[in-house]
Every structure is written in structure tokens, then in C-alpha cells.
Nanobody, 118 residues
Framework: QVQLVESGGGLVQAGGSLRLACVVSGRTLSSYDMGWSRQAPGKEREFVASINWSGSSTDYRYSVKGRYTIPRDVAKSTVYLQMNSLNPENTAIYYC???????????WGQGTQVTVSS
């Protein structure tokens, strides 16, 4: 059974930074395309960033390009979301997702709250 546990959320002032972490247990990180999504109050969940199973390719939501990165540490089975230059519009619950590279059901974490104050 694959489990994803996010951490690192919190309250930060506009212009600040946070680093979220998602620890994957049950399978090697290299088995999954990993991603982060977010859901703001009253809005639908939206894609933020992803990294493929080999770590060779990343993708970002247009509005976060240049501010967010999605590094990973395979040895620690952890994928991160480094968020810089945060603004209040980035306030949301951030979710980690593991999508099996070989196909099948994706797995989601429980989410971590990020709140950016103005």
C-alpha cells in the first residue's frame, strides 16, 4: 500500500518562501510521476508542478514558473515543492500525487495548508 505524507505548510508573509515535502512509502519513488496540486477555498483543485519518474522532465503551472521548483530525493523517497516569492493568491491546501509510471490508480496525500498573508 502506497502512502504519501505531506509536510512543510504554514503561514508566511507575502514575498516569503516555503518548502513542502512529500514522503512516499511502499514503493520506490522512481516508480511514479510525482506532482503537486492545490485547492483554494471555493475553487477546484488545480495542477501546480510535476516531475516524471526518471527525474528528467518537470512541468509547471504558468503562474508559478520561475518561482516554484519540484526537486526530489530518491534515496529519501521524498519530493519537494520549493515555493518562492509567495503571494496571497497562492493560499491553498497543497496536495502531493503519485501517478504510477506503468499505469494504474494514482495516489494522493492528505494535503498541507499554505497561507500567505499580505
Amino acid at each position: 500500500q502506497v502512502q504519501l505524507v505531506e509536510s512543510g505548510g504554514g503561514l508566511v508573509q507575502a514575498g516569503g518562501s516555503l518548502r513542502l515535502a512529500c514522503v512516499v512509502s511502499g514503493r520506490t519513488l522512481s516508480s511514479y510521476d510525482m506532482g503537486w496540486s492545490r485547492q483554494a477555498p471555493g475553487k477546484e483543485r488545480e495542477f501546480v508542478a510535476s516531475i516524471n519518474w526518471s527525474g528528467s522532465s518537470t512541468d509547471y503551472r504558468y503562474s508559478v514558473k520561475g518561482r516554484y521548483t519540484i526537486p526530489r530525493d530518491v534515496a529519501k523517497s521524498t519530493v519537494y515543492l520549493q515555493m518562492n516569492s509567495l503571494n496571497p493568491e497562492n493560499t491553498a491546501i497543497y496536495y502531493c500525487c503519485a501517478d504510477p509510471a506503468a499505469g494504474g490508480e494514482a495516489f494522493w496525500g492528505q494535503g498541507t495548508q499554505v497561507t500567505v498573508s499580505s
